[in-house]
T-cell receptor, first 109, second 118 residues
């Protein structure tokens, strides 16, 4: 079966760094996505990785290792507005997105 | 670019009525649109994949006669919840897939529609 695992909840301090991990097992791989979702809102796109390595975009970076079925989202210089759920999703061989359950990130002052 | 709109943002209806939700890609053409449902504190659940000009592909467990999907043009897909019941109350989100050189396979989400069935 297809499976995406990520922690349910994480807590971090304003100004700090946090890493949200995602492991996956899917039938085929056409890229891994990270989305941010604030409560009551639709997800917004953060990053897309299809090749191994680190993609940096401002305070957010995303890493992929296809051989390990592993990705992480790194958030630096955390701000209170970063409190949200972070969704990991993998596009399988049929170009369907398989979604993780999301990681709720709580930022404390 | 790549903006997706949804209408209405929220709707309250009586049990037994039908509700139509529209999803529009405003500045691009979307051959494929997706309809998701999300219950509180849960992840997105794909309901169906909608391809322009053809019948939607429904996920297992989703009743196609209850959730009618029409994708009549490259910029518009509609989801109609027929004979809605309280258990259909949820957050319905559409997304449209962009497939061009710069944003291969990227999905952009609409703002969602919160449906409450009394």
């Amino acid at each position: 079966g297809q499976n995406i695992d990520q922690p349910t909840e994480m807590t971090a301090t304003e100004g700090a760094i946090v890493q949200i991990n995602c492991t996956y097992q899917t039938s085929g791989f056409n890229g891994l996505f990270w989305y941010q979702q604030h409560a009551g809102e639709a997800p917004t796109f953060l990053s897309y990785n299809v090749l191994d390595g680190l993609e940096e975009k401002g305070r957010f970076s995303s890493f992929l290792s296809r051989s390990k079925g592993y990705s992480y989202l790194l958030l630096k210089e955390l701000q209170m507005k970063d409190s949200a759920s972070y969704l990991c999703a993998v596009m399988d061989s049929n170009y369907q997105l398989i979604w993780g359950a999301g990681t709720k990130l709580i930022i404390k002052p | 670019g790549a903006v997706v709109s949804q209408h209405p943002s929220w709707v309250i209806c009586k049990s037994g009525t039908s509700v139509k939700i529209e999803c529009r890609s405003l500045d691009f053409q979307a051959t494929t649109m997706f309809w998701y449902r999300q219950f509180p504190k849960q992840s997105l659940m794909l309901m169906a994949t909608s391809n322009e000009g053809s019948k939607a592909t429904y996920e297992q467990g989703v009743e196609k006669d209850k959730f009618l999907i029409n994708h009549a043009s490259l910029t518009l897909s509609t989801l109609t919840v027929t004979s809605a019941h309280p258990e259909d109350s949820s957050f319905y989100i559409c997304s449209a897939r962009v497939s061009d050189r710069e944003r291969v396979n990227e999905q952009f989400f609409g703002p969602g529609t919160r449906l409450t069935v009394l």
